[in-house]
Each structure stands twice: as C-alpha cells, then as structure tokens.
C-alpha cells in the first residue's frame, strides 16, 4: 500500500511508480506496469483513476528478478472501488468495480453499423488470449515447438517491457492491440496499434508475388470470397510465432477475416503450411467492434 508517486500513459502498457512507508517511516518506491493504453479504455480506466496523490492497496505478481517490480491483478482505490485488470480475476477487497473490469468484463462487442463491414477498428478484449502461445498448442505439430520455446526463454522474466522491436507474422495478429482495415487505393490497408505496423493487402496482382519486396510482415495478397476477407501471405522475413516458437521463411500463411452480420465481431483464422510442418496447423482468435476506439500512437518506451 502507498501513494501513487507518478503515471506513464504509453504504450506498450501503462506505467506507474508508488511510494511505500514501513513503520520505521523508511520510504521504497515500487514500479508497477499495468495494460495497454487500448485495454485500460476498454475497461474505462481513464487517467483521472490512475492520478499521482492516490492511496492504493495493491496486489500481484512482483518481479521473478527481485527488484520493486509489479504486476498488478487487483488495486484498491482511496474511494473503495477497486480495479481488476484481468477478467479472470476475482475482486479482493470490494463490490464496487471500475468500468468494465473484473470478471464482469465485456465479452461481447456493442452492436451496431453492420454497414461498415470490415473497414472499422476492431478490439481485443481480455476473453481473446494475448498471444498464440496462450492458445491451446496440443495435438499439432507446433506443440513441440511450443514447449522448446517456453523453455527457452527462461525464467524470471521482468515485469517490465523491454522491446520495442516489431514482431514478425504471424505473430503481429495475435497482438492485443486495436486494428483498422482501411481502404487506400485498389489495396486494403490493416493498421495495428503495436509498434505504428501497417500491412498492405494487395487485391489486384499479377500473381508472381516471388518477384516482389519482402517486407517485415511478409507480401499479402487479398481475394473476396463473399463477405470473407482472404489473405495469403509469404516471404515473410521474420516468421515468428510469439514466445520463441518460429517457422520457417517458406512458410505459407492464409487468413481469413470475417465480420458478423450484425457488426459486432470479427472472427480470424489463419492457417500455417511450412515445409518444416508434417501438415497445416490452424488457429483462430476474434475482435469486438467497441464504437469510439481508435487506433493510437504506440510510443514504445524500452525497458
């Protein structure tokens, strides 16, 4: 418990400092990182609820390194609301939530403008895993790699981010982040919040996309196929799935973007064929349409 000493509204995830007195009156000052700028408005946690001056009781998981570090589950306002950054969390100390969070956070979109289709910003929310490795790997072939990669990244990972490196496809999409599908041109444009990325999705080619530039998230060509939205994308230069799992640079990856009818949902399924793979694996995730959001500067601070 202390006093909120100071507050970095930025991505990738909302800081802040608090200032802790002992019964000696000896003073300690804890770092806690916090959601991304997007998660924290979709659970209405604005910054006039993080303010330097608060009293806050907090609780989490502090840093496997030792330092001051923490990552906060649930925090206990002045007022006696409190905040549960992880829908599946339960409140420790009240009845009285903030927004939208806690286990009674959202897990369906605001219904409305189904005449927009798929050209709007999309959300996560904190019912869709943040990342492919927090999917279910079992019983596919990226199983193994999966577990050699978990293993290789070691323990006593800091609290804190640490990279503002883009990431590589397909993990780009499993970002927890606001996207937009824009139209510019002949081609659609898929702007993500994290790292300011931008792919483009080329829907008139002459088919030899071998003789084209490689960008970081690969070459993207596009087709209808009614309301459905198909991506394929190769020569991707850094084929990565999250977590230290990878794939290979021959690696073929074909999405699919759909929106619901009544304009509430999209749902993605994107499939991986890599000659390293004994067959396609196939994962899936969505987004919610949440009216207001909008895609945000990423401003990544390194750690």
């Known amino acids: ?39 924290m408005r979709r659970n209405a946690i604005s910054r006039d609820t993080l303010r330097p001056g608060e009293q806050v009781i907090i609780a989490g998981l502090p840093s496997l390194h030792g330092t001051n570090d923490i990552y906060p589950t649930n925090m206990l306002l002045s007022d006696g609301r409190e905040i549960v950054f992880n829908a599946s969390v339960e409140p420790r100390w009240s009845d009285a939530l903030v927004g939208r969070s806690g286990p009674s956070d959202a897990q369906e979109g605001d219904t409305s403008a189904p005449e927009l289709g798929l050209f709007r910003v999309w959300s996560s929310t904190s019912a869709t895993p943040a990342y492919y490795s927090s999917l279910n790997f079992d019983n596919n072939p990226l199983a193994a790699r999966q577990r050699t990669g978990a293993a290789g990244m ?39 919040e994290e790292y300011d990325a931008e792919r483009v999705i080329h829907m008139n080619t002459d088919g030899n ?14 087709r209808w196929e009614g309301e459905t939205l198909v991506v394929t994308t190769t020569q991707v230069s850094n084929p990565s799935m999250g977590g230290g799992v990878r794939i290979s640079p021959a690696a ?19 499939t991986i064929t890599d000659p390293g793979l004994s067959e396609p694996v196939v994962l899936e995730k969505f987004w919610l349409y949440v009216p207001g959001v909008t895609v945000e500067p990423y401003d990544c601070i390194p750690g």
Request: a negative charge; glycine letters at 10%.
């Open 252 to 270: 073929e990856l074909v999405e699919r973007f759909i929106a619901s009818p009544d304009g509430s949902r999209l749902n993605y399924q994107i």
């Open 1 to 39: 418990s202390g006093e909120i000493e100071e507050v970095t509204w930025r991505n990738p995830h909302v800081l802040f400092t608090v200032t802790v007195t002992n019964d000696d009156g000896e003073e300690t000052r804890w770092g806690a990182e916090t959601l991304s700028m997007a998660m």
């Open 154 to 192: 070691g323990q006593g990972q800091g609290t804190r981010a640490t990279e503002c490196s883009p990431k590589g496809m397909p993990s780009a999409m499993a970002a927890p982040y606001p996207i937009e599908f824009v139209r510019r041109g002949e081609n659609i444009v898929l702007r993500m």
């Open 209 to 222: 996309t071998g003789a084209q530039p490689s960008p970081l998230l690969g070459y993207s060509t596009g």
